[in-house]
Nanobody
Framework: QVQLVESGGGLVQTGGSLRLSCVVS????????MGWYRQAPGNQRELVAG???????NYEDSMKGRFTISRDNAKNTVYLQMNSLKPEDTAVYYCNAILSVGGVTVNYWGQGTQVTVSS
């Protein structure tokens, strides 16, 4: 059974920083791309940042320069360093992983972690 477990969310003031982590656990899988999405109340889930197995990254425009995605393949972990946080960054942040499981490509989601930025 594959699971994605996020951590690192919380309450921070405007201009502050948080680091989110997401660990993929289980067996008999390989990780392809990973990413972070977020969903604010009343909004659709949107991509924050993605990273391939080789380390290529992409970011939503408003996060460029403030957020950094990275991964540790040995630990099956992806990170999101968030700096210069703004109230509009408040949302539930979800980890996403595209895995190969038994030769089948499967999309997995974490349970989400709340990030709240106070003004």
């Amino acid at each position: 059974q594959v699971q994605l477990v996020e951590s690192g969310g919380g309450l921070v003031q405007t201009g502050g920083s948080l680091r989110l982590s997401c660990v993929v656990s289980g067996s008999r899988f390989s990780i392809n791309a990973m990413g972070w999405y977020r969903q604010a109340p009343g909004n659709q889930r949107e991509l924050v940042a993605g990273i391939t197995r080789g380390g290529s990254t992409n970011y939503e425009d408003s996060m460029k320069g403030r957020f950094t995605i990275s991964r540790d393949n040995a630990k099956n972990t992806v990170y999101l360093q968030m700096n210069s946080l703004k109230p509009e960054d408040t949302a539930v942040y979800y980890c996403n992983a595209i895995l190969s499981v038994g030769g089948v490509t499967v999309n997995y989601w974490g349970q989400g972690t709340q990030v709240t930025v106070s003004s």
